[in-house]
């Protein structure tokens, strides 16, 4: 056993068994940080048509408003939170939550297309702080065991919940008020978390600071930059276009040249070792794969919803608060789970509940006598997915020293935020390759094309987990799976 290893079984045996005042007080701060961050990444959906109509955005660079903000909240995350563990993971964290604010004040004043995109890349920028770096408060504030489960359960079901709840919250608020309160309902969250935060969290940074690894860091954002822009310009041109090839070509290019760097590096960005872990390499395949099929299945039950059942968008995004519903339960039951059976096994059978109701889609109609299976499986396969998702959290985290906790909360946000860029491009060539004909019927077909792909996808994550993450020899043991 390593001299990681060891600390870290360490501090788990020290851990805390309930939670204090302060605990609580710093896990009510974090996860509201979290959960605003989840509402930001998909507020702006079903406002986008009012937002080009209202500033004049042409229909080729709406997708803008989107693309700027992917870029850097999955470009920059890897750099962010190691850059928490190097300089102070509270003060990265503060500092993003006031580009936050300021970036949605500009964002909600902004008269023109350039401003909302700047404001929008400043959005991004501030979420791929903050994340990484409130993940990592998280983790060493809570150290292994029970209450990082724990933790760790409340933010899963809170991040996915505010998926669900920004697309439903973005309709109402753009029907009720404007477009612009999408953007003004985050600043007084921000300010009310900045107010309160440094008081009651503490900094957490090493004792004494090494340099920064300024290839590895180039090298790794460019190449995530490449791709991410890459994925998005599959999702609207096709993936064999020259747009969408070059730009992943780059990417994949860089991230080879990053890894070569991070071999000869005196102190790497990302050390080998921690990429050699079982727990962090399989935990966030595993952590990928649950964030790209459920984010697109998503998509694709949103054509389902409106496209075959002619749906309006609200009506469209109020269905999937059933969703929201199963993810909330699934994030409370997951420690529970993890304790009782161990997170492999929690993977495992997460994944296969996600697996089973997502393939349960494939009997979906034509007309609205489909919608009990949709809001059943809908429901059960958001319990599932979350099992998998919290799963991921603890399996990506543990076996580390508090030291590192901002590289794996960064490699885990980076997992999450490159799960949910490729998800609806892969999904949407599929289906859009699948469908033969004009009408209702032709849309259905392609869409449970793409359906039992992302069904077969999830099975596939269920067996590299059982395939290549270490069993335990006991329940009890479950807690410190490497």
């Given amino acids: 056993m390593s001299t990681a290893d060891i600390a870290a079984k360490a501090a788990s045996q020290s851990a805390p068994q309930r939670l204090t005042p302060r605990l609580l007080l710093v896990l009510v701060i974090l996860l509201a940080a979290q959960f605003m961050l989840a509402v930001d990444f998909s507020i702006l959906n079903v406002a986008l048509p009012v937002i080009g109509e209202g500033l004049g955005f042409s229909l080729a660079h709406l997708q803008w408003i989107a693309t700027a903000f992917a870029l850097c909240a999955a470009g920059f995350t890897l750099l962010f939170g190691r850059l928490a563990d190097l300089l102070g993971r509270r003060s990265i964290f503060l500092g993003g939550l006031v580009v936050l604010g300021a970036a949605s004040l500009i964002g909600g004043l902004a008269q023109s297309p350039e401003a909302l995109i700047i404001a929008r890349i400043f959005q991004g920028l501030a979420t791929a702080a903050v994340t990484p770096a409130g993940l990592s408060l998280l983790t060493t504030s809570f150290p292994e065991g029970p209450l990082r489960e724990r933790a760790l359960g409340l933010n899963g079901a809170l991040m996915s919940a505010g998926f669900t709840t920004g697309a439903i919250l973005g309709g109402l608020l753009t029907d009720l008020l404007s477009w612009r309160w999408a953007f003004f309902i985050n600043v007084p969250v921000s300010a009310l978390v900045l107010i309160v935060a440094p008081t009651v969290i503490k900094e957490s940074r090493p004792a004494s600071r090494p340099k920064l690894d300024v290839p590895g860091a180039l090298s790794v954002t460019l190449g995530l930059l490449a791709i991410v822009f890459g994925l998005t310009q599959a999702g609207e041109h096709g993936w064999g276009a020259t747009s969408a090839l070059g730009p992943l070509a780059v990417g994949g290019l860089l991230l080879v040249v990053f890894y070569l760097v991070e071999r000869r590096a005196v102190a790497p960005l990302v050390p080998l070792g921690v990429l050699g872990k079982r727990t962090v390499a399989w935990g966030n395949i595993a952590g990928f794969i649950a964030f790209l099929t459920e984010t697109s299945l998503v998509f694709l039950l949103t054509l389902y919803l409106q496209n075959v059942l002619g749906f309006s968008p609200l009506a469209a995004g109020l269905s999937f608060g059933v969703l ?81 906790q901002g590289l794996a909360t960064g490699l885990a946000t980076m997992t999450q935020q490159i799960g949910i860029t490729m998800g609806t491009p892969i999904m949407s060539a599929i289906s859009t390759s699948a469908i033969v004909g004009t009408g209702a019927a032709a849309m259905l077909g392609g869409l449970k094309v793409a359906i039992a792909v992302n069904a077969a996808i999830v099975l596939v994550g269920v067996l590299t987990s059982l395939a290549f993450l270490h069993k335990p020899t006991s329940a009890r043991a479950a807690h410190q799976e490497v």
Avoid: H
């Fill in 324 to 404: 929201g519903l199963g993810t909330v339960v699934g994030g409370s039951i997951a420690p529970k789970v993890i304790g009782r059976i161990g997170t492999r096994s929690t993977l495992i059978t997460g994944g296969l509940v996600q697996t089973i109701f997502t393939a349960a889609l494939l009997g979906l109609g034509d007309d609205r006598s489909s919608m009990w299976l949709l809001l059943v499986a809908t429901f059960a396969g958001g319990v599932g997915n979350m099992l998998v998702i919290v799963g991921f959290m603890v399996t990506a985290t543990s076996g580390l020293p508090n030291r590192e």
